[in-house]
């Protein structure tokens, strides 16, 4: 397969399944579109494995492949390879230096999906949120370039933990109905929730505790947002664009969370297209995020 042919189906897989970073990578220039399209796509394979409606084994099993496709792209794809997302991840990665064991993160992450891991405490949920989003950040990073790549490292990972604790709370009430539970266990006690629901489908827990809970989170990923938009300032300006939008629409995302946080229980919240395409125009000029 050729590459040019390969990052297209990359770019196809982000406009269509990408909902809000897609946003994002579209201010790219192209050589970084591409890379970065391709991080995604391949990211969001392990994702889907993890996320399937599979059996545990073949799940488990699919993580396991995906990671032996990314020993094949660590070593060189063959001539033959016929897998767009591949071939484009073997590009990318020779072209950006990107740091592939980042992956591993990623799928160990996603292992913990699988086996309904639960978090006692935030400090686990923070490794977890490192493993899944943090991951994805560094390499992002090595896509976007910095001169001291170890020295921003760890404020990536702070971004990424932030968007994902924007995740957390958005889907709150689809992981719990799926059994799962990422809030740590200390911090449900410490509020008297337990997420459950009762045979009529309404909340167990009483609202105003579970207001009260979304509201400590919300506050806390807000400050994680702080750490982690200081990375913008050693971006470049298509990067820190890219990164300003992406992290923009999941901080509104979040806002709109932390001030109406009955209706996080009714449902997943999102933004319209336009409002989407509003933070990333004013991304594109220059503006706060």
């Not at 899944?132 to 990073?141: E, F, H, K, Q, T």
């Not at 090595?142 to 020295?151: H, I, L, N, S, W």
């Not at 990536?156 to 539970?181: M, S």
Request: proline share 4%.
């Amino acid at each position: 397969m050729r590459t040019e042919h390969a990052y297209l189906d990359c770019e196809r897989i982000t406009r269509s399944q990408a909902r809000n970073f897609s946003y994002g990578i579209r201010l790219l220039p192209a050589p970084k579109r591409h890379a970065l399209s391709a991080v995604y796509a391949f990211a969001r394979r392990i994702d889907d494995i993890g996320d399937g409606d599979l059996s545990r084994e073949v799940r488990l099993k699919g993580l396991e492949d995906a990671r032996t496709d990314l020993r094949a792209v660590e070593s060189g794809l063959g001539p033959g390879a016929d897998d767009a997302v591949l071939v484009a991840l073997s590009d990318a990665a020779h072209r950006f230096d990107l740091p592939l064991g980042a992956f591993d993160e990623l799928i160990d992450g996603c292992r913990a999906d699988v086996l309904g891991v639960e978090y006692a405490t935030f400090d686990a949920l923070r490794q977890y949120c490192r493993c899944v989003a943090g991951s994805v950040g560094r390499l992002s990073l090595a896509v976007f370039g910095t001169p001291d790549r170890a020295r921003d490292e760890p404020v990536a990972d702070d971004l990424g933990v932030a968007l994902q604790l924007t995740n957390i709370l958005r889907d709150v009430v689809e992981d719990r109905a799926r059994g799962r539970v990422y809030l740590p266990a200390d911090e449900l006690a410490h509020f008297g929730c337990t997420l459950d629901r009762r045979d009529d489908g309404t909340a167990a827990d009483d609202p105003a505790d579970l207001v009260a809970l979304l509201e400590f989170q919300a506050a806390r990923a807000l400050e994680w947002y702080e750490r982690g938009l200081r990375l913008l300032d050693v971006l470049d300006r298509r990067s820190r664009a890219c990164c300003a939008a992406m992290a923009g629409i999941y901080r509104r995302l979040l806002t709109r969370m932390a001030l109406r946080p009955s209706e996080v229980l009714r449902g997943r919240t999102s933004l319209p297209d336009w409002e989407k395409a509003l933070v990333a125009g004013v991304a594109l000029a220059g503006g706060a995020p």
